[in-house]
């Protein structure tokens, strides 16, 4: 069992910038490729970038190339998702989650996920 504590949410103006964290609680946090997801109002929940157990190999979906920065500090057992030019689109509630699976690279899809966080709220307003 794995448990998850993302903090670092908030209320921003467009084009500010937010760095949100997530605290693992086990201390095998560097044998699980870890991942941001993110719901919007009435929107399903959609990946938005994983990061691998190295740290080594990320992917990110297409809207927040760029402007967002999925990385870790195994030692910290933490997973950081710093994001910048932030957009009203961005608005939604943050999830990180953990993905446990021997797959050599980390995975876009939600069910691949086992461990989630409770989420922190991002809202990106004037």
């Known amino acids: 069992q794995v448990q998850l504590v993302e903090s670092g949410g908030g209320l921003v103006q467009p084009g500010g910038s937010l760095r949100l964290s997530c605290a693992a609680s086990?201390?095998?946090?560097?044998?699980?490729?870890m991942g941001w997801f993110r719901q919007g109002p009435g929107k399903e929940r959609e990946f938005v970038a994983t990061i691998s157990r190295s740290g080594g190999t990320t992917y990110y979906t297409d809207s927040v190339k760029g402007r967002f920065t999925i990385s870790r500090d195994n030692a910290k057992n933490t997973v950081y998702l710093q994001m910048n030019s932030l957009k009203p689109e961005d608005t939604a509630i943050y999830y990180c989650?953990?993905?446990?699976?021997?797959?050599?690279?980390?995975?876009?899809?939600?069910?691949?996920?086992?461990?989630w966080g409770q989420g922190t709220q991002v809202t990106i307003s004037s």
């Open positions: 989650a953990a993905d446990g699976d021997l797959a050599s690279n980390p995975r876009r899809g939600i069910s691949f996920y086992d461990y």
């Open positions: 086990r201390r095998t946090f560097s044998t699980y490729h």
